[in-house]
């Protein structure tokens, strides 16, 4: 790997008189420098994908398709040295990178039905001669904006479908562990694609911004924390774009009294500390309902925690990579700390873990608190570690009201063997990805993927049906081919 990650401008590497560190955080080195782009990097880039549109947009949507069935195949071929880089930069596990990838690959298979998904609606005959439809047309530059928690899944839920439906498309990766979000892109030239049709930018706030603001961009999609996801969907809007922003979540499971606990617990442990923690479906609240069921998750819970297999992510056979930075390791061990400070019950506690021969890794173990309450800053703010906080409560309802008081609804999850209970929770609660007894409930490809509230921003989720709307705009047409104009006149109201 090159030892400063350059942008990716018109099939070209391009550098910048600026750089940013991107450190292992297994064990705390700088590994190698990242480009940092400026409002210059971004107009190149736009100039780029605006010069490569008019011919992608004239390519048949087969062989676009086409594009995409070579890009899975190259993505296969290159899975090993990929979630290398994964693990390397975000620090998650060999198997969690596996995952992420071959998720984000899923979203290139659904990709490669294009010809289907933008073959439009078509009327015949809807008045006297006239034939009516609609077709879905791409909408010219668009912008992803992604997170550090998914470097390689998150584009992949973006410029597959953008660009299988015709657009080109300028990716900002996070700066934190760029790598991988340009070594999959790159992919996408050995595939046949047109240059300029793909770009990599890297940098910060400014590209972003030069981004947002660049009247030739015509849709972002952003994901991120909520903060961010708001200014960008306020500014984009602003500036006349199609906005999508994902951002933060806290995702509640309810256990019921009568739910297995034993298997709750093993699916919570993946669902809590998979990752440390860094993904926004992660649960990091359990609501349990009823006497004991808390402590009997908890005992459940504790020796398995205890037994947490924590490492570098890039040595098999571990559960638990490090957290990504120093600053997102100390911010995650100051949410303990107010934790305890507010009077919550630290019953599993993963400060002061140390790996031998990593000592400088970012590394938290798994952490559990009892007897969290709604006001607590550790129950209100995303703290993305891995960190499970345990709230009691008396019923169902009050389970609902909880989760639906929250200001977000990403995902969530209930646990019980009760049918009707189910059908209730999925009705009512207010989250936008709903499990029963499945912890993760994060859709597959062909469906799409978003929270509610303050969970997104936008009205069109991410990947999947709604991915193909995002990145295209309708035209509807009206067509009359009459035999003859003779009876033509001149009508003034609308036909009955
Ligand atoms: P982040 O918001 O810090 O950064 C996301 C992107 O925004 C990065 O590319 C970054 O460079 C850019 N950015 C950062 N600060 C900016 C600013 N001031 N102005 C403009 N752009 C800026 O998020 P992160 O720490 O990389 O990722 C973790 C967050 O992402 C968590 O909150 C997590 O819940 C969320 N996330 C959400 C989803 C989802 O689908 N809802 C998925 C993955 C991650």
Not at 244 to 263: S, T, Y
């Amino acid at each position: 790997m090159q030892n400063t990650i350059t942008h990716w401008i018109n099939g070209e590497h391009i550098t910048s008189e600026r750089t940013l560190p991107v450190t292992n955080p297994a064990d705390g080195t700088t590994i190698r420098q990242v480009a940092d782009g400026d409002r210059h990097t971004v107009q190149i880039a736009i100039e780029a994908a605006q010069a490569a549109f008019p011919a992608w947009r004239d390519t048949p949507p087969t062989k676009r398709a086409q594009v995409m069935y070579r890009f899975k195949a190259l993505l296969e071929r290159d899975a090993e040295r990929l979630v290398q880089l994964i693990s390397e930069e975000h620090g998650k596990t060999l198997e969690d990178a596996m995952g992420e990838l071959r998720r984000g690959i899923e979203n290139v298979e659904y990709a490669c039905g294009v010809p289907e998904l933008i073959k439009g609606e078509y009327s015949h005959n809807v008045g006297p001669s006239i034939d009516a439809w609609s077709n879905f047309q791409p909408l010219g530059v668009v912008a992803g904006i992604t997170p550090f928690n998914f470097p390689a899944m998150v584009p992949l839920w973006m410029y597959p479908m953008a660009i299988a439906c015709g657009n080109t498309f300028i990716l900002k990766p996070s700066e934190k562990d760029p790598s991988a979000a340009m070594a999959v892109a790159e992919l996408l030239e050995e595939a046949g694609l047109p240059r300029g049709v793909i770009n990599v930018v890297h940098g910060g706030r400014e590209c972003v911004e030069a981004l947002l603001d660049a009247p030739e961009v015509k849709a972002v999609s952003f994901v991120g924390s909520t903060p961010i996801a708001e200014s960008i969907y306020t500014r984009g809007a602003a500036s006349g774009k199609r906005v999508q922003a994902l951002g933060g979540a806290k995702n509640h499971a309810v256990v019921l009294p009568d739910a297995d606990i034993e298997n709750a617990a093993n699916t919570l442990m993946g669902a809590a500390y998979g990752s440390a923690g860094e993904r926004c479906m992660a649960i990091s609240v359990a609501v349990c309902v009823g006497d004991g069921t808390a402590e009997r998750l908890i005992e459940s819970m504790q020796p398995k925690i205890a037994a947490l297999k924590i490492g570098p992510g890039t040595e098999k056979g571990l559960d638990m990579g490090a957290l990504v930075t120093a600053e997102h390791r100390d911010k995650v061990l100051g949410y303990i700390e107010y934790g305890l400070q507010e009077g919550a019950k630290l019953v599993a506690d993963g400060r002061g873990l140390v790996v031998p021969g990593h000592e400088d890794g970012y590394f938290v173990g798994g952490c559990l608190f009892d007897k969290v309450t709604p006001e607590m800053r550790i129950y209100r703010e995303e703290i993305f570690g891995p960190v499970l906080c345990i709230v009691r409560v008396d019923s169902l309802d009050e389970a609902i009201a909880l989760t639906n008081a929250h200001e977000y609804g990403n995902g969530t999850c209930l646990f019980t063997r009760d049918g009707e209970a189910a059908r209730r929770f999925a009705d009512a609660i207010e989250v936008g990805m709903v499990g029963i007894n499945v912890p993760l409930p994060v859709p597959v490809a062909y469906h799409s993927f978003g929270g509610w509230k303050r969970s997104l921003f936008g009205d069109l989720h991410a990947y999947g049906p709604d991915a193909v709307r995002f990145y295209t705009r309708r035209k509807a047409i009206s067509q009359r081919w009459p035999s003859s104009f003779e009876t033509s006149q001149a009508e003034f109201s609308f036909p009955s």
